[in-house]
């Protein structure tokens, strides 16, 4: 089976949540405070909407207590997954 792995920088208790692209910088920007894994989970659940799968199609691989994640994305590739964040960006 096809992942991707999208590397993202967790901006928790953000004001205005949603995902910005910049380069080659994925950020995704959440209410949640980084407490007791909220704002991963939060992070999680902003990706799997973006790009428009189940939740249970994104996990986490790396990065629980950090700021920075790597999520798995099952049944898309890398551009896949980067078109689709650009298409959610431009909406």
């Known amino acids: 089976m096809v992942s991707a792995l999208l590397v993202v920088a967790v901006k928790p208790g953000s004001k205005a949540p949603g995902i910005v692209i910049s380069g080659e910088t994925v950020t995704v920007r959440v209410r949640e405070p980084a407490v007791e894994g909220r704002a991963t989970e939060a992070a999680r659940r902003a990706v799997a909407a973006a790009l428009r799968v189940p939740q249970s199609a994104v ?8 700021r920075h994640k790597s999520f798995a994305v099952a049944r898309m590739t890398k551009d896949e997954v ?3 964040l650009a298409e959610d960006q431009l909406q």
């Open 59 to 66: 996990t986490l691989v790396r990065g629980a207590t950090s």
């Open 82 to 84: 980067l078109k689709r």
